[in-house]
């Protein structure tokens, strides 16, 4: 058993900051010396990339949709207990599910029996966060929300109005972050502008600054402090045989959920290649093109024919390919960016995808092939011309039929859907 500090950040709704206030939490106590174990709610690849850097520790997802209440707090077990603080970052509002409050922050920590503290956009609002704070601290009493941190605060006497609507309710202030534009998170979609080193070490110094200066940091630690047991899971049969799996990997493809790249390594031997730079496949067994920006990178993925032929031949000798969302487009004939022109592709699919006139479409996603229920998710702007009937009916998270398509030809398997299988028995059946 061991001695940790452990919270989850949510809000009353999205946009109030969380993801600010988590990576200026993360940077600030890496500066101290703490050892952080950051996770994010839900399916999200983007916010853990944040994570990544601003701790210096891989981000894990907890979805109670992808996967069982069992996996998640194994998974958040296993890795809290090698650090000092965990910090889960929740999705959307805290009670926001994929159907009602299911999946949402508040479910996942009250399974994992860790306190909230939440994120409050004070930018117009000042005494009247009372009854807001009210109805979230009683709204459901197995939620422990705890305290408070308030975001785009104007002023000091601002904050005061504030923390006097805290202490009339009951719940307490951790302090605040002032209005500054200079943390304001751009885009999630237009590139990962923050991911430049540079720009983010600017980015997260500021916000840990500003988080050092108007947090109580000593205080919100000491409220969080709880006993976590090890992990022991049962001892794993021996594989009969080590797969050689080849992962893309470069600034083009890396949508990838942490605990799905761990199942693979205990499966094989991974390598990683770069659509972008290498001109053939590793010797494989098993290729994952995982999504990403693909369209930020037209250019340089259409002028490297070598690695198309590369995969192209590894095809038509029945290599297994799973391709996701940014690696089926890859797999496509061409992408169109959205002014209209045209780059040619790998050309394993006869489709065009296209970025012009760009229309959001995200959310859970269901199907059974091959024997294997496969949970994941779909967020993308672009969409294809595909003329090919998709292998299987793929549903929402409500059980509806979605127009998503899932394609397949021979053993190259592709489709919007980014899989979550780090649950399952054996991923390679989907093959067979």
Known sequence: MKEISSFLIAAPFSGSGKTTVVLGLLQALKKRGYHMQPFKCGPDYIDVKYHDLASGNRSVNLDLFLSSEKHVKDIYTKYAFKNDISIVEGVMGLYDGYDG???????????????????????STAYSVAPLLYGFKNFDKEVNIIGVIFNFVGSANHYDLLKQACNDIGIKSFGYLPKDKEIEIPSRHLGLSLEKEYMFGQFANKAASLIEKYVYLDDLLDATRTY????????????????????????????????????????????????LKDSCLPETDFVYFPGGYPELFFEQLSKNNKLHKSIRDYVDKGGRILAECGGMMYLSSSITDKYGQEYPMVGIFPQRASMKDMKLNLGYRIFTYNGLTIKGHEFHYSQTDSNWDSVVQIYNAKNRPVDTKLLRYKNTIAGYTHWYWAEMDNLFDVFN
Do not use: C, W
């Open 228 to 275: 976590i047991d090890k992990l022991v899971l049962p001892s794993s049969p021996l594989l009969p045989y080590q797969m050689k799996i080849a992962i893309a990997l470069d600034d083009a493809f890396n949508f990838t959920y942490h605990a799905n790249i761990e199942y693979l390594k205990q499966r094989g031997e991974i390598s990683f290649f770069s659509p």
């Open 101 to 123: 409050s299911k999946g949402s922050s508040a479910e996942i920590a009250k399974r994992l029996k860790i306190p909230v503290i939440l994120v409050v956009n004070a930018k």
